[in-house]
């Protein structure tokens, strides 16, 4: 047996099981002692060390846990403590920023969400930190310890060392320290992660993919791209980790992509790309309800649910060009679950068939048999995103470690 006596491994191991047990607390609290420490693996001796500091710090609590139908003495469960604990939750987006306060739980304590030019007189950076200055100072009286910043946006991201490399609608970002700077401002710890990326850990925490362990999520957006989780982790967690399906080709004759090559996915099915189009073709064509009105997402789904032929043509190739992309993936990567996070969802009757023919058409039918297309639960807006960041550093013990560090 190998004996690794070095301080930096230890702490590992100790980080490591107190996330497990945290987690554990989290999802299955009241809990016992006994019942952790078998679901955790670990001698009992240490589930009493772990509890004993997350009680310390008030992380966990203890109550009664009644069994049903018995009349003995009430066992002591655990679970866990979350609104004496707040964070701060940030999205950035096109011309504006969300600014959210929410508690260990996930639960937003206040929300604002505030315009934000795509180029000012100050830097990118500098607004920003005076905006989350601003945001402390307005909501001073409902904050309760503040434990990390969660931030998520678009953009080349690396997440390791808090840099954002560039990002889309704001030009003047150029290798941004976002996270040191934040950092040494409000001396908490900072995550970041693209905004697809984040939101894909939020559903698999809080949302429609829940439980499963190899997913796919592909948001249809201004942007198109996609997060894929394997074996329960975000792959490319530490670097760039989005899966950029939208700049993978389609269409070698297409038009040129802003990436600089051709015919990206991206430049057919982004929701500007699909408007464009049916622009396009309603000046060729007269028979669409769509004349009727004005052109939208909503208005194009519409037409499209009530059987208008214009409408139901593109959503349908909407469908069969990320169908096409999808049906690779999951020759890739085996996945349980396949979430459509998109505005264009409200026409799901017309899109998700049309993406789950090509799956099954032009994947390995041992993986693409029982493969259905569902929604996402949360939707492209808000700070929800965020709230798996700081989760998830709850769980794999960075964030909690400093916690119990005080
Ligand atoms: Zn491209």
Redesign the pocket.
Known sequence: MVVDSQPGHIDQIKQTNAGAVYRLIDQLGPVSRIDLSRLAQLAPASITKIVRELLEVHLVQETEIQEPGSRGRPAIGLQVETEAWHYLSVRISRGEISLALRDLSGKAVVEENIPFAQSGNEPFLERLVKEVDAFFTRNQSRLERLTAIAITLPGIIDTENGIVHSMPFYADVKEMPLGSTLENHTGVPVYIQHDISAWTMAESLFGASRGARDIIQVVIDHNVGAGVITDGRLLHAGSSSLVEI??TQVDPWGKR???G?HG?L?TIASTDSVLELAQQRLGQSMSSMLHDQPLSVESLCDAALKGDLLAKDIITGVGTNVGRILAIMVNLFNPQKILIGSPLNRAAAILYPAMTNCIHQQSLPAYSRHIRVESTQFNNRGTMAGAALVKDAMYNGSLLIRLLQG
Request: with cysteine.
């Open positions: 939208g700049h992509c802003y990436c090559n990206c991206e």
